[in-house]
Nanobody
Framework: EVQVVESGGGLVQAGGSLRLSCAVS??????????IGWFRQAPGKEHEEISC????????YYGDSVKGRFTISKNNARNTVYLQMNSLKPEDTAVYYC??????????WGQGTQVTVSS
């Protein structure tokens, strides 16, 4: 069973940076081909897919709202996917989730990690 645990959220001022981590268990990046996606849910809004990475070839996807500001990466030795978030804006405030899919409809939500960007 694939399990993910998000961490790294916090409170940051607009223009600042945070790095989120998604620790993955249940398969190894070196041996298996999965997609790991980052999603977020802002207050009063639906879940939004913001980025995704293939554990096999490292190909990436970014949503328009984060393109050019966020960078997704993976560490095969640690079985961890990261989301480096730069130039944060108040509208990036949300609970951030990772999941073993790039498809919003297939994602199972864990606890997530809260990101709050103050203006």
């Amino acid at each position: 069973e694939v399990q993910v645990v998000e961490s790294g959220g916090g409170l940051v001022q607009a223009g600042g940076s945070l790095r989120l981590s998604c620790a993955v268990s249940g398969f190894t990046f070196d041996g298996d081909d999965y997609d790991i996606g980052w999603f977020r849910q802002a207050p009063g809004k639906e879940h939004e897919e913001i980025s995704c990475i293939s554990t096999s070839d490292g190909s990436t996807y970014y949503g328009d709202s984060v393109k050019g500001r966020f960078t997704i990466s993976k560490n095969n030795a640690r079985n961890t996917v990261y989301l480096q978030m730069n130039s944060l804006k108040p509208e990036d405030t949300a609970v951030y989730y990772c999941a073993a899919t790039c498809d919003l409809e297939d994602a199972n939500w864990g606890q997530g990690t809260q990101v709050t960007v103050s203006s």
